[in-house]
């Protein structure tokens, strides 16, 4: 894999992409279209060549609270690896913390590191629950993600409503019951 981005080489290889399913490169509308979908996909994919140390910027916080820390809501956007179609949606993050707690837009800049990059939702889920959790030494994690799959939904079965749910439990949100039934609660309640 490589670990610079060559978008010119990306912008040829679309430009070849249009013309095999049958577009007219010369015409207005996609003069600059493999230009704009490299461009894009350096974005969407920005994922791969991203620095976690620098994304966190040392939002990490002394704190003496062992309570249930929770970000509800934070959006997804990714990309199926399967079709390369995106699938977005929302995903709920709770941990118990034991020393450390995260600055709050942290728990997205993690999301999104794993979101832009070819994916599917199980691991996009189960990556977050892990760097959340070895990030902050907490006592548990739990990670919930609700998305649709455009794949899904523009061609295959063609099913426009199904959202797919995912979860990962670790530390005390897998081994403890009461706990893990705490947080799906809190997360069910509707938003105020
Ligand atoms: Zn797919």
Known sequence: MSK????????ELIRQLLVEIGEDTDREGL?????RVAKSFEYLTSGY?????????????????????????IEVYSLCEHHMLPFYGRCHIGYIARKKVLGLS??????????????????????VARRVMDL?????VGVVMECKHLCMMMRGVEKQNS????????????????T?????NLIAKPTP
Do not use: W
């Open 4 to 11: 610079d981005y060559n978008r010119s080489r990306v912008a």
């Open 31 to 35: 003069q600059r279209t493999p230009e």
């Open 49 to 73: 060549r991203a620095d976690m140390d620098t994304l966190i910027n040392n939002a990490l916080f002394e704190a003496a609270t062992n309570n249930m820390i929770i970000c509800r809501d």
């Open 106 to 127: 942290k728990l997205a800049r993690i999301v999104d590191y794993y979101a832009r990059r070819l994916q599917i939702q199980e691991r996009l889920t189960a990556q």
């Open 136 to 140: 902050t030494g907490a006592e548990g």
């Open 163 to 178: 959202i797919m749910t995912t979860s990962s439990v670790l530390g005390s949100f897998h081994n403890d019951d009461p």
């Open 180 to 184: 893990r039934a705490e947080f799906m």
